[in-house]
């Protein structure tokens, strides 16, 4: 079975350990975590608020490679914290070699949400193609699940977005009749396939999108509309999530 759970809040929590999941937070926290791993991140830890990055980054051992705080409330960069959640900051001459200690308002939690599940992935619009491949390969080991991270614990059309194009990348690689989809994976699957050629315009139609554009960040969406751009299969592991580039 293959699902879309358009919130957190959705999530079936006896359904995970056998499931692989992907968490969504196109706008911007996943666009983000993939740009600075495919930019040259050791790996993204994730953080429910910022209060546990501060802690994380004074406990930090001096002889571990460089540690970066980076996040997010009302979209715009935490007071003290090195960097915010757009992924034009994650450059490699800033982030290469580096671990970066994350907390966003909405994507962070999401991932925090689904510990326990079998495999963890960090989706988006960026890495769809690639995330897709690797789900493939594990479609009869249980579930496979995305879920949308939603904004201020609202629907987030740009997560459907990115999950529908996941989904469209499965899809075009295998037509087996017995691969059952729910139907908020279809309304993902069809949402996206209605814009998938004017991405960029997409995405500032939701309230996410809107969001950014008010607080003077509309050129993101332009980042996080770049389909494919950076072939990475990003996985989190244990707890707090530590995401780095799978070698699968």
Known sequence: MIDVAVLPTWLDAAALADAQVVVLDVLRASSTIVTALAHGAAEVRLFANPEAVRTARQAWPAAEAQAITGGERGCLKISGFDLGNSPAEYTPDVVSGATVLLSTTNGTRAALAVRGARDIYIGCLLNAEATAATLLANLDRGHTLLVAAGTDGKVALEDLLGAGAILWHILESTYRADLALTDTAWLAYHAFGAVKK??????????????????GLESDLDRCAALNSQPIVAQAHGDPPRVMRSQK
Not at 198 to 215: D, E, F, S, V, Y
Request: proline share 6%.
């Open 198 to 215: 004017r991405l960029p315009a997409a995405l500032r139609l939701g309230a996410g999108g809107q969001n950014l554009i008010r607080a």
